[in-house]
């Protein structure tokens, strides 16, 4: 654990540093999101009725595009090598960049998703849902991420790569985490949305640093 530990607390430090990815990121959501109500209109009753679904893909989207910064810059300096070679297992290893990437990605678009829902005229009562499911969904997102960045080290064009391998696996999040919203605003209980969401990263947080570490030890000896 103190491995993990340290991993974590140097990614978090790095990305204080590295600030800017972090306004990149939030700056796409946003500036997403805000096209929206130009292109389809500015009807109230059209951007409510699309709104969970244009958080979730942005929020998505955010989230993929910040993934190549999980192991490409570490592979670059030799850092990833000698994290292999620690005696820190090379999945927890993994497991605590992806916290970090969670905490300095997901966490931040989780606490700015109010305002774009404000932007989109969502019902008041889909807020709580929202923020519920997307606090169950994006770390699933961070962790299945990681095996596709893994997969694409040292890759060229290592993005788009990243993009085909993931966004697949992207889209069980992606329905269950709608249609929670969708559910409560129609008077249906969320309940086996959120439980299908959380089944999804139960399943993520033992399996997705395992097949990550396994890709990573491959592109690090490659």
Same mark, same amino acid.
């Given at each position: 654990?103190?491995?993990?530990?340290?991993?974590?607390?140097?990614?978090?430090?790095?990305?204080?540093?590295?600030?800017?990815?972090?306004?990149?990121?939030?700056?796409?959501?946003?500036?997403?999101?805000?096209?929206?109500?130009?292109?389809?209109?500015?009807?109230?009753?059209?951007?409510?009725?699309?709104?969970?679904?244009?958080?979730?893909?942005?929020?998505?989207?955010?989230?993929?595009?910040?993934?190549?910064?999980?192991?490409?810059?570490?592979?670059?300096?030799?850092?990833?090598?000698?994290?292999?070679?620690?005696?820190?297992?090379?999945?927890?290893?993994?497991?605590?960049?992806?916290?970090?990437?969670?905490?300095?990605?997901?966490?931040?678009?989780?606490?700015?998703?109010?305002?774009?829902? +404000?932007?989109?005229?969502?019902?008041?009562?889909?807020?709580?849902?929202?923020?519920?499911?997307?606090?169950?969904?994006?770390?699933?997102?961070?962790?299945?991420?990681?095996?596709?960045?893994?997969?694409?080290?040292?890759?060229?064009?290592?993005?788009?790569?990243?993009?085909?391998?993931?966004?697949?696996?992207?889209?069980?999040?992606?329905?269950?985490?709608?249609?929670?919203?969708?559910?409560?605003?129609?008077?249906?209980?969320?309940?086996?949305?959120?439980?299908?969401?959380?089944? +999804?990263?139960?399943?993520? +947080?033992?399996?997705?640093?395992?097949?990550?570490?396994?890709?990573?030890?491959?592109?690090?000896?490659?």
């Amino acid at each position: 654990m103190m491995g993990f530990r340290a991993v974590l607390l140097r990614d978090l430090r790095l990305a204080i540093r590295q600030s800017a990815d972090l306004a990149l990121v939030l700056g796409f959501f946003v500036i997403a999101a805000s096209l929206f109500p130009f292109g389809v209109g500015p009807s109230p009753d059209t951007l409510a009725r699309i709104a969970p679904g244009v958080i979730w893909v942005l929020a998505l989207l955010s989230v993929m595009l910040s993934l190549d910064r999980l192991f490409q810059q570490d592979l670059a300096d030799g850092s990833l090598e000698q994290m292999a070679l620690s005696p820190t297992p090379l999945s927890l290893v993994v497991l605590a960049k992806c916290l970090a990437h969670w905490l300095t990605t997901g966490l931040p678009l989780i606490a700015i998703a109010p305002v774009i829902g +404000i932007l989109l005229n969502l019902p008041a009562e889909g807020y709580a849902v929202l923020l519920a499911g997307l606090a169950l969904g994006t770390p699933s997102l961070s962790l299945i991420g990681a095996v596709g960045a893994a997969l694409s080290l040292g890759a060229r064009r290592a993005g788009l790569l990243i993009a085909l391998l993931v966004l697949p696996l992207y889209i069980p999040i992606l329905i269950f985490g709608v249609t929670a919203v969708d559910a409560v605003l129609t008077s249906v209980p969320p309940t086996a949305h959120f439980l299908y969401l959380a089944a +999804i990263l139960m399943a993520a +947080i033992p399996l997705a640093p395992l097949a990550a570490a396994a890709a990573v030890r491959h592109g690090v000896e490659g």
